[in-house]
């Protein structure tokens, strides 16, 4: 429980098997889909970096999503997700005036792989309840949320600040026939993993 308030945050009620279940299940389907649909599924990672209208997209989620964290009282269900920011409570109206700025000042501005920075905030912001969700729980293979999240959470930040990144990633495996397979592979036995312990143990 946050320590500044009196209530459980939304985040701190999410039950660890159905974290796992959401999870599980988009990694297993996800490289199963990229496994199955290879040429369509690389076609599209190579064409990301400069898709500006799923960039925005995504921008405006991740901005939406982290605008709810930070909204006034008062305004009912949009409020729902609002944390106490404690000593940086004075700065609030500020950050709830920095969503809708920074979207337009990046749409408008930034013409050059914005898909990445916006993949790489959308990424923070869905590793958060993850880790809410498998925060001091039991048993110990609780730790294959942790683990994914924190992986993402690394290239989420590496990718924010150095977008390029983004695509010397995708371009390299794309490009190594050998990789593709065992990655994808990889991918679903985490994902199965995740979701057989999510029903035996979650």
Not at 35 to 64: D, E, W, Y
Not at 104 to 130: D, W, Y
């Amino acid at each position: 429980m946050n320590p500044y308030t009196s209530f459980e945050h939304p985040y701190e009620m999410i039950p660890l098997h159905v974290a796992g279940y959401i999870l599980g299940s988009v990694l297993l389907l996800g490289h199963l889909f990229a496994l199955v649909k290879r040429q369509q599924t690389q076609a599209f990672l190579l064409a990301s970096p400069r898709n500006h209208l799923l960039a925005q997209i995504l921008l405006a989620v991740g901005l939406f999503w982290f605008f709810l964290l930070v909204a006034p009282q008062g305004l009912g269900i949009l409020s729902s997700l609002r944390v106490d920011l404690a000593e940086f409570e004075g700065i609030r109206w500020l950050l709830q005036l920095a969503c809708p700025v920074f979207l337009v000042l990046m749409i408008t501005q930034v013409k050059n792989l914005l898909f990445p920075r916006a993949l790489g905030l959308f990424g923070l912001m869905v590793a958060s309840p993850l880790l809410f969700a498998a925060y001091l729980k039991d048993p110990v293979t609780r730790l294959l949320i942790p683990v994914w999240c924190y992986i993402v959470i690394f290239l989420s930040l590496l990718w924010i600040g150095k977008p390029y990144l983004y695509r010397d990633m995708v371009n390299k495996i794309c490009s190594k026939p050998s990789w593709w397979t065992p990655l994808c592979l990889g991918g679903m036995a985490y994902g199965a993993a995740i979701l057989l312990c999510a029903i035996l143990w979650w």
